[in-house]
């Protein structure tokens, strides 16, 4: 823990940490433990790999990927060849490697590593589409770049290129495809089938995501990409749950990270290194400084965003230990000189680590790119079914920014079938009437009927982001106002329907008892009126 405390406040990714902490652990550190098993770390990386990815694709917003969907999909293709061809030549004139041996350290290192990308940039305060860029391309870069690398690293004569083009671009439509379907029935069913526990929320969407991985790679498609797009599809969902699902999720996801960095610094021999120190510097700086700049600017260049913008993604293509682990697998097929191909790529990510990581906040704030401290916050909602009612219950916390803050509650205009029926303030918990303000820090319990509840999410998240006037200022969630049959402060008719399913769930009595609760505990919230 004290390891996760220091990488979030120096801004370096938690890989060189947990990397120390390896190479301490294994040969010619204090325990000098052996381990020389690349195919088990390979084995190992990959499946943490799978939920380093599950984890960034559930913490995705649609919202923000969306506009720059094409971008990202480029830059992590074609940016990505220009790259590996920059990089590669590099390698092979400036420090003498092989023209496979070239290729393979061009490829594995032209892939952004999906932690270390989703570890510094949550915490930079930069604007939503150079964010969504990044961490989209992360996400979708590994893909390829693992099918060049395994094709690059196969015993005999390499494809032709026009051959290899061909099978990555198949194995990304099958893995797109296959990850698209199982994130939407995924979804589907959870959505609509109330599991006995709050608990198994986490654990079956994390299982889909993972299935998502399987049916890929059995359809000799892309598993990687797949994984991403399910996992992208089920955090924007609005699952059941949700809050305890994305905690579950991050924690997950550190987990995998933590073992995977341990793993990787027992399997490097650290006296083994001090040859290949400075050829990885050379091809670090090349890659740095030449080949990620001009594979970002060329193919961006349909795409007319600003220079500086171009410049900081240039300087925010973290490395980590995906590279580091893609390394391993010219070591288990025998690639001649893979040992140094991994010393090499080994070096290269730490030293380059250690100067982006921390330099890019500075490298934004001198570029003048900062996110706009005005946005609202995303309003958190949690919704716990209730199957047998044919209701739901929404837990809706309001953060600070909100613009939900000063609303009244006639004035959400929730439509009719929906009603707020519980706020909780300061500990205290009370009915609101529809002249009730709503402040920030208010946790609200909102009884939607099913026909209504994505209607009324998306009102709520309307009024959280445009204020009162949400609806005519082009902030989307028309006002409920206009629905048939709805009349009154809050849709008139919505008031008797949803209260009667709130008197449902508590009974006959004065007291009302609810069934979720802020964490997604499913523990029981109970209020007077």
Not at 165 to 171: H, R, S, T, Y
């Amino acid at each position: 823990m004290a390891a996760v405390r220091i990488s979030s406040r120096s801004g370096l990714p938690s890989l060189l940490l947990y990397l120390g902490i390896g190479i301490a652990l294994g040969q010619d550190g204090i325990f000098d433990v052996k381990f020389d098993n690349a195919e088990l770390t390979q084995v190992i990386g990959y499946a943490a790999l799978v939920v380093i990815l599950a984890e960034g694709g559930l913490g995705a917003k649609w919202k923000e990927v969306k506009p720059v969907l094409p971008a990202a999909a480029v830059v992590s293709t074609i940016g990505v060849a220009i790259s590996v061809g920059i990089t590669a030549s590099a390698a092979h004139y400036l420090v003498g490697l092989d023209w496979r041996q070239a290729l393979i350290i061009g490829a594995v290192v032209s892939s952004t590593d999906a932690a270390a990308v989703f570890s510094v940039l949550r915490r930079v305060p930069l604007p939503p589409r150079i964010t969504g860029v990044l961490e989209a391309e992360s996400g979708f870069n590994d893909a390829p770049v693992v099918i060049m690398v395994v094709a690059l690293s196969a015993v005999g004569p390499v494809e032709h290129w026009y051959i290899l083009v061909a099978e990555i671009a198949m194995e990304l439509a099958i893995g797109a495809a296959i990850g698209i379907a199982v994130g939407w029935l995924g979804s589907l069913g959870l959505r609509h089938v109330a599991l006995p526990a709050s608990g198994l929320y986490p654990i079956a969407v994390m299982a889909i995501a993972v299935s998502a991985y399987a049916a890929g790679a059995m359809a000799h498609g892309s598993g990687f990409l797949a994984v991403y797009l399910a996992a992208m599809i089920l955090g924007n969902s609005k699952l059941p749950h949700w809050p305890a699902t994305r905690g579950f999720a991050d924690g997950l996801g550190w987990l995998a990270q933590i073992g995977m960095f341990v793993l990787l610094g027992l399997l490097v021999t650290p006296h083994d290194l001090v040859d290949d120190f400075w050829p990885a510097v050379v091809v670090g700086l090349v890659l740095t400084m030449v080949a990620r700049p001009v594979s970002v600017f060329l193919s961006l260049a349909p795409f007319r965003l600003p220079a500086r913008e171009k410049a900081l993604m240039s300087w925010a293509g973290l490395r980590g230990a995906v590279p580091i682990i893609l390394a391993t697998i010219p070591m288990v097929s025998g690639v001649q000189g893979s040992t140094r191909i991994f010393n090499i790529v080994f070096v290269l990510v730490i030293v380059y680590t250690l100067i982006q990581g921390p330099t890019l906040p500075w490298v934004a704030s001198k570029l003048n790119i900062a996110e706009d401290p005005a946005e609202a916050d995303d309003l958190g909602i949690e919704s716990a079914p209730l199957e047998r009612l044919r209701g739901h219950l929404l837990s809706v916390a309001i953060p600070t920014k909100s613009k939900m803050h000063g609303v009244e509650v006639g004035e959400l205009r929730l439509p009719a079938g929906a009603a707020v029926t519980l706020v909780v303030r300061e500990n205290q918990s009370f009915v609101p009437s529809p002249a009730t303000v709503l402040r920030r820090g208010d946790e609200l319990l909102v009884v939607a009927t099913d026909p209504v509840r994505d209607r009324t999410e998306e009102r709520l998240r309307a009024v959280a982001e445009g204020g009162k006037l949400a609806g005519w200022l082009g902030t989307g969630g028309s006002p409920a106002s206009g629905t048939p049959g709805a009349t009154g402060p809050q849709g008139g008719s919505a008031i008797p329907q949803a209260m009667k399913l709130a008197k449902k769930l508590g009974g006959a009595g004065a007291d009302t008892r609810t069934g979720v609760s802020g964490s997604g505990s499913g523990s029981g919230t109970k209020t007077r009126p």
